[in-house]
C-alpha cells in the first residue's frame, strides 16, 4: 500500500496520475508505446500493479538504470538517485552476511526493487 500511497501524492501535488506524469520523462524518452496502468475507483494509478508494458520495455527501463539514469545521452534521472534508489535500504535475510553475500534473496530489498547480485 506504500506504493499506492505514493502514486496518491505524487498525484495530489502534480495534479496529474503517475502515469501521466511518467509518460513524457521516462516512456516517451525510452520509446514505450502501447502501455496502461490501472487506476482504482477514484482515479489514482495503482501504482504497485497493473503497469502491462512489453518485456523489451520493462529491459528498457533495466537499461536506464545500469546506464545511471542516461538514455541516448540524456540524463532522465539523476545519477545520485539511481545509485541510492537501488542500494541496499532493507535487510530479507537474517543470515549472516557471509551467506547473505551468495545468494541474490541476500542482497536486500532498494527502492520498490528487489536487489540481486551483480558483477557490475
Do not use: C, H
Not at 18 to 33: A, H, Q, S, T
Not at 102 to 112: E, F, P, R
Amino acid at each position: 500500500m506504500a506504493t499506492f500511497m505514493l502514486s496518491a501524492i505524487v498525484q495530489q501535488v502534480t495534479g496529474e496520475t503517475v502515469f501521466d506524469y511518467l509518460l513524457p520523462r521516462i516512456f516517451k524518452p525510452l520509446g514505450i508505446r502501447g502501455i496502461d496502468w490501472d487506476l482504482n475507483p477514484q482515479g489514482i494509478t495503482m501504482g504497485m500493479i497493473g503497469l502491462r508494458l512489453r518485456t523489451e520495455d520493462l529491459a528498457k527501463f533495466g537499461q536506464l538504470l545500469l546506464n545511471d539514469g542516461v538514455w541516448n545521452g540524456k540524463q532522465l534521472i539523476p545519477k545520485e538517485w539511481v545509485k541510492e534508489a537501488t542500494s541496499f535500504q532493507i535487510k530479507n535475510s537474517n543470515e549472516p552476511e557471509e551467506k547473505r553475500s551468495l545468494s541474490d534473496w541476500g542482497q536486500g530489498y532498494a527502492y520498490q526493487m528487489w536487489r540481486g547480485k551483480t558483477t557490475r
